[in-house]
């Protein structure tokens, strides 16, 4: 499994036509070279609930249900520290563009929430 992750790393990067050597395509090629089959086990693991908490929000909200509203909120705003943290460590504009597009979804959560108060 190991030499055939580091291939499909490898061609991937080729593919988009990444230099290796720098940076992120360097991260991810050294992240699939120290893939084990229990990381990958591991990440399946993780991604699959994470895409599922995503799913069942996306459900919730898709049919208006009040607790996914607050699922939503606090759900978007428990990345808010860490997007500061990014901030706070790197200069660019992609740490505060995230920032405050995670800041205006759980705004709007919140102002929904807030709204939905006056419901019967």
Do not use: K
Request: hydrophobic share 55%.
């Amino acid at each position: 499994m190991h030499h055939d992750v580091q291939h499909v790393a490898e061609q991937l990067v080729s593919h988009l036509h990444l230099n290796p050597a720098s940076r992120y395509p360097r991260v991810f090629l050294d992240a699939a070279a120290a893939l084990t089959e229990s990381r990958a086990t591991l990440l399946v693991i993780g991604a699959a609930a994470y895409a599922l908490v995503r799913f069942v929000e996306a459900y919730g909200l898709w049919h208006r249900r009040r607790w996914a509203e607050w699922f939503a909120a606090i759900s978007g705003a428990i990345y808010i520290p860490f997007e500061l943290y990014e901030l706070h460590q790197r200069a660019g504009w992609l740490a505060p563009a995230a920032l405050a597009l995670n800041i205006l979804v759980v705004a709007l959560m919140c102002r929904a929430l807030l709204r939905g108060y006056g419901r019967a």
